[in-house]
C-alpha cells in the first residue's frame, strides 16, 4: 500500500506542480500578485472541452490549442487590468484588488455563459486502462500530466537560462526601469511573460481536467490555494522550486490521509507552509528568484 | 439576477408608495437557493421545481385570484450570502413565506433568522437531523437521511454485504450529518465498519483514502456526499481498480441523475434509497415528468420534484390560511394533507414528513437509475 500511496502523492503533487509553473512565472518575474492566474485555468480547461467535444479534436491537436487561447487571453486580460497600475508604480496591494476584482468577474461571467455544472472531456479521449506495475496502479492521464510537468519545467529553465529571451525577461525582472533603458521592450516582454504563463495555466487546465474530470468555471479558483503554497514554499519565481515543492505538498497530503487521517490533509499541509514562512521566507530551497536563475 | 431583482425592487415600489387595496396584489413568497458556483445543479434544479408549479399555481390563483410573486434569491451555498437573502426577502419584499435554503448548513444559518422574524420556513431538500428543532416556524418536506438510509442499506445487506467502509465530506452539514445517520444504521444493522475517511467537498483527488481503503477489502463502501465529489470518488475508485465485488452505497447526494453525466459507468452498480423516482408509476408523478420535460428539455431529478410538491404545498396553506399573513400560513402549513408526486403527505407533530412509505431503492445502470430488482 505505501508503493501505491507514494505513487499517489507523487502524481497529485505533479497536478499541483503544473498548476504553479505559470503562476510562479507571472508572480516571481513580473512581480506583480495577479490573482487571474485560476481563470486562465478553468479558461483552458473549457477550451479544450470546446474543441473536443464541438469540433471532435484529438487530445494533442486540442492541447496546445487550449494552451495558446489561454495565453491570448492572459495578455489581453492583464493588458487591461495591470497597464495603467504599472505605468503608475502603484503598491502591489493595488494589482492584487485589481486582480481580484478582475478574477471574479470573469468566473461569474463565465459561470453565466457556461453554466457552473460540472463536466468532463469525452471519456475515450486518453485510454482509460491503467497500468498495473509491481502491484501500483497509475493511469494514462496521469503519466501524461507527470511527462508534461517535467517537459515544461526543463522548457521553461532552457528558455530562462538558455536564451537571450530570457536574459531579457530576468533583466526586467531585476530592474524594468534599467532593462528599459538597456533597449529592452519592457512591454513586450512582460506580455510575452503573461503569455507564457496563461498557456501554461491553460496547459495545466486540460491536463488536470483530464485526469479529476471535473471542469467547472471555478476549478481554477480552487486550485489556487495549492498554488500559493506551492509557489512560496518553492520560492516566487523559482521554477525547480515549484516542481520539488508541489510533489512535496502532494506526497505529504496523501501520507497524512492515508496513514493519520483524512481530515488532517489540508492542516499539515498549510502548516507547511506557516512554518515555511517563519523560517525561510524566502522558500525552502532559498535560491528564490529566477533573477538570479 | 441582478437585473431582475431591481426590476421586482422597482415594481414594488409604487405599490409600497400608494399602500392601495391589496386584492389584487400578488402574494410575496420568498426562496433560497445555490444558483451559482459548484453545488448550482441543486438549486437549479429547485428552482425547476418550483416555477413549473407556480405556473400551474397561477393559473388557477389562490385566495380568490391572486397570484404568487416568487422571488429567488441565489446562496451560492454561502451561509452569509443565505442570511443575507432571507433579511432582504423578509425586509423587502415582504414575503409571507420562504422555500429553501438547499444546504442543510445553509438552513442551520438561515432558520434562527426566519424563525425570529416568524416566517414560515419550508425547506424541500435540508435532510440533516436536528433542521426542523431550530423553532416552530421550520418546516421541511424532505425526508431525513436517517429514514432514507436504513432501507438502503437492508438492501444491500440482502446482497450479502456485511462489512463496509464509510467516505464523507467534513465541511457541509448535509454530507456529515448523512454520515452519522449511515454510521448509526450500518451499526445498528449489525454491518462491521473497517474504515471511516473524510475529504473536502470542493476536492478533487481521493487516491490516498480510496487506497486504504482497498487495502482492507469491504464489501461496501458508504458515501455521503454532494454528486460532484461521489462522482470524483466512483471514477477515481475504478482506476484504483474497485471492481464489481465492491457495492458503493449512495447518501442522499448520490441521489441525482447528475451521477450518471460525470461519472458515466463508473457510477454502474451503485445503489441510492430515494423518497422518489422519475419512473414511479403514478398519474400525477408522469404528468409532473412530462411537463418538467416540457418546459425545461431535462429531466425532473428528485430535488426538483420535492421543489415541485413544496410550493403546491405552501399554496394550498396560503389559500388555507384565508390571508397572506405569516401566523397563519404557518398554522395553516402544519395541518396540511395532500397529496403529490411524492406520494401522500402530512407533517408530524416536529414539523417532518410523517410518512417513509414511498422510499424506493435504485441502482445506476449504464449512466442512469433503475429500480433495484
Redo the contacts between chains.
Sequence with gaps: ?LA??LV??V??GA?YALFALGFTLMFGVLRVINLTYGFYFSAGAFLSLALTRQLGLGIWAALPLAAIGAGIMAVGIDWLLLTRLRRRATAELDSLMVTLGGVLALY?AM?AWL??????LP?GLVS?D?F?IAGV?I?TAQILILGATLLLVALLLALMRGTRLGLAIRAMAEKPDAAGLMGINTARASALVSFISGCLGGAGGVL?GLN???I?P?MGE?MMLRGFVVIIVGGLGDIRGALIAGVALGVI??????YI???L??AVAFAILVAVLWTRPQGLFGRAVMRRA | MMRRTLAIALLAMPALAQSQPVMAQPIQVGAIEILSGPNAAYGVAIKGGLDLALDEINAKGILGGRKIQLTVEDSAANKDQAINAARKLIGRDKVVAIIGPTLSNEMFAVGPVTNERKIPTLGTSTTASGITEIGPYIFRTSLPESDVIPVTLKAAQARGVKTIALMYANDDAFSKSGFDVMKAAAEKAGLSILAIESFGSKDTDFSAQLTKIKSLKPDAIGLSALVEPVSGVLLQARSLGFGKETLFIGGNGSNSPKLGEIAGPAADGLIVGSPWFIGKKADNNEAFVAAYKAKYSRDPDQFAAQAYDAMKIMAGAIDRAGAAEPEKVRDALAKTDSSGVMGPFRFTEGRDPATAAGVVVLVMKAGKFAVLE
Excluded: C, W
Design positions: 500500500m501505491q500511496q499517489n502523492g502524481l497529485l497536478t461569474s459561470t453554466g457552473p455544472d460540472i463536466r468532463r471519456p482509460a491503467s498495473v496502479r493511469t488536470i479529476f474530470n471535473a467547472h471555478y480552487t497530503e496523501v501520507l497524512t490521509a492515508g487521517s483524512s481530515g490533509k489540508e
